[in-house]
């Protein structure tokens, strides 16, 4: 999918290209958690829901009518890259992929943050 992604235009490749190289990523979401257990899931893997769309078509994109895709804030995670969340009324948090950095690390990282 990335390969086809960075194929498809110049644009797209000239991103990927960025964010590979991030060391990290600051995500804003439009998502306001009501709860505590709220705010964790959102952190965690993001909030989602499934939507229709009719036979969404344009940019080299054509999906079959009535195709279910998901949408929320799930979309706009890289999950390979350290991550640092801001929701919409300033909660806010970490998600990393465990097997490129030490948890110590990104806690001292959030620490110093948060401190």
């Known amino acids: 999918a990335r390969n086809a992604l960075r194929t498809h235009s110049v644009k797209n490749k000239a991103a990927l290209k960025i964010i590979d190289s991030a060391l990290f990523v600051l995500v804003l979401d439009d998502y306001r958690p009501g709860t505590a257990d ?5 952190m965690l893997h993001g909030s989602y829901r499934l939507s229709e769309v009719d036979g969404l078509t344009g940019g080299g ?9 998901q949408v929320g804030t799930c979309i706009n995670r ?3 890259k350290l991550q640092l969340i801001v929701c919409q009324d300033g909660t806010a948090g ?3 992929e465990h097997s490129s950095i030490d948890g110590q690390t990104a806690l001292r990282l959030v620490s110093d943050i948060f401190a």
């Not at 709220?38 to 959102?42: G, I, R, T, V, Y």
């Not at 994109?61 to 895709?69: A, G, N």
């Open 38 to 42: 709220e705010a964790a899931a959102n």
């Open 61 to 69: 994109l054509s999906l079959p009518k009535s195709t279910q895709h």
């Open 78 to 80: 890289w999950y390979d």
């Open 94 to 96: 970490v998600n990393f």
